[in-house]
Each structure stands twice: as structure tokens, then as C-alpha cells.
């Protein structure tokens, strides 16, 4: 078996467990990968988090981001979050569990060749020449800035059919995970997990644009145009900057994330939310 590992960067806590997990998957005869950062604050061998596909179990250490940018690399790899953050909607596991609870799912694997995991869907962006990365959370098709005098031109389609047509800072296409993050700042509704859903949150629109919950396998289109450019990211981290007039089209993968471990409980992390 392949255990891969991610450690949040510049996190001592993060390193130290890391090395533990490591000690302990030396000991279950696991063959371990530390992704690049990991390993040159670990002194080990690192690999490119984009090829933790390769990999039976992803673990990540610490909070949101770093599940974020393991599952990047983990493709279908189940991803195993350790909650070194302050709410954690996909880190189940607190840090004292987290030997433990890695060492059942080695053991499991090794009993029934799989790791328990549940699936969430991941949305993708795609345009005329371009395709960005899936994403957990959301992607967001907007203005190069934001405020009085920027932002761009939208006009928001639904499987084929007009929603809106307005200026905005941006839209933001949220998955029920994603629900309560950006879209969540953005004034948009918070989504139970296990509901199948899309979230279209208009940012800063001047006509009114209420958020709007879709099917799951809807196709949501963004025709955005105004200045020269607009900008189109996934969970904030792979950016295409494209030319106006574009169609930006956003729906579902067929390939979701995978999450191991114990199911967060949602309410219980909402609490948390400032």
C-alpha cells in the first residue's frame, strides 16, 4: 500500500504529526510519499502533490486549504483530513485520532482492498481552448478587480435557460461542500451535505440576482464580457485569464472527490463559523 501525506506549510504541528504518520506506516510496512514542502521540512524524499494519484490513501494535515490542494493531486484517491484548522467541513479527524484512525484505514485496506470513503462532486470550468482543474468548493468567473467601476457583464444561463443578465463583480458556481465557504461570504445559502446541488451566487450584482439552487447535474453558462479580460478560478487556486466576450460553461465532473474517515458533523461545525 501507498500512503501519501501533506502537511500544512509552516505549521510545526502539522510537520510534527506528519513525521509521526510516517514512523507509523514505516512500522505497518506502508510505502509513504510526503509531497514536496512535507518532505524538505521532513529532510525526506518528496513528490509532486499532482501525482498522489498514484497513492491507495491521501492523508492531509490541517485545515480546509491543505484538503484542498491534496484532493487536487489525489484525483480519485480517497483523502483523509486531519482538523488542524478552526472549523474543518472536511477535516473529521482531530489530531490526537489521527495515528489511530490512519492505522484502521491501512488495516482495512489490507483486509478488503479498498478505503471506506463517501463521494462529494467536484465542479469544472471550461471555455473555448481552455479547462481548469476540478473543483471542491467553487468556481468563480469575475472582474480582474472588484468595487464601484470594475467588475463585468454576466448573463447567467440555467440548462439552457436565461436566469439573469446583470453587471456584477462575478458569479460564483458553489458545490454543497463548497456551500460554506466563498459562496457563503458572498451572501449565499449553506447547502446540508448529501443534497445534490448547485449554489449560483451573483457577487455584488446591481439588478437583483437572488442566490439560486439547481440540480446537481446542471450546466451553468456565464457569458461575461466588459473589459478586456475577465478572470475564471477554481477554489481559488488554478486561474484562467480570458479575453471578452467569453462563454464560460460550469458543471459537474464524472469523477468526485473522495473523502475517508468519520463523516464531520455540520451543525456541530457551523457553530464554529464567526
Not at 457563503?184 to 446540508?192: A, D, M, Q, R
Not at 439552487?213 to 486561474?239: H, I, K, M, Q
Request: proline share 5%.
Amino acid at each position: 500500500m501507498r500512503v501519501g501525506i501533506v502537511a500544512q506549510r509552516g505549521n510545526s504541528r502539522a510537520a510534527y504529526l506528519a513525521a509521526d504518520l510516517r514512523e507509523l506506516l514505516a512500522d505497518e510496512d506502508v510505502e509513504v510519499w510526503l509531497d514536496t514542502e512535507t518532505a524538505a521540512t521532513l529532510d525526506g524524499d518528496g513528490h509532486d502533490v499532482d501525482t498522489f494519484d498514484a497513492c491507495e490513501l491521501v492523508v492531509s494535515i490541517g485545515g480546509d486549504g491543505t484538503f484542498l490542494f491534496a484532493a487536487r493531486g489525489a484525483g480519485s484517491t480517497p483523502v483523509l483530513g486531519v482538523n488542524l484548522g478552526e472549523v474543518g467541513f472536511l477535516n473529521a479527524v482531530a489530531p490526537g485520532q489521527a495515528v489511530e484512525t490512519t492505522r484502521r484505514a491501512v488495516r482495512r485496506y489490507e483486509e478488503t482492498g479498498e478505503v471506506s470513503h463517501r463521494e462529494v462532486p467536484r465542479v469544472t470550468a471550461t471555455g473555448e481552448d481552455w479547462a481548469l482543474n476540478p473543483a471542491l468548493n467553487e468556481v468563480v468567473v469575475a472582474g480582474e478587480q472588484r468595487g464601484h467601476g470594475h467588475g463585468v457583464d454576466v448573463e447567467v444561463r440555467v440548462d439552457g435557460s436565461l436566469y439573469e443578465a446583470t453587471h456584477a463583480d462575478g458569479v460564483l458556481v458553489a458545490t454543497p461542500t463548497g456551500s460554506t465557504a466563498y459562496n457563503l461570504s458572498e451572501g449565499g445559502p449553506l447547502v446540508t451535505p448529501g443534497v445534490d446541488a448547485l449554489v449560483v451566487t451573483g457577487m455584488c450584482p446591481v439588478e437583483p440576482m437572488p442566490p439560486l439552487v439547481t440540480g446537481l447535474d446542471s450546466e451553468v453558462t456565464v457569458r461575461v464580457d466588459g473589459p478586456e479580460y475577465a478572470v475564471v478560478s477554481s477554489d481559488g487556486r488554478n486561474r484562467e485569464r480570458v479575453a471578452t466576450p467569453a462563454v464560460v460553461t460550469v458543471q459537474t465532473t464524472d469523477d468526485p472527490a473522495r473523502v475517508a474517515g468519520p463523516e464531520t458533523d455540520f451543525f456541530q461545525a457551523l457553530n464554529k463559523l464567526e
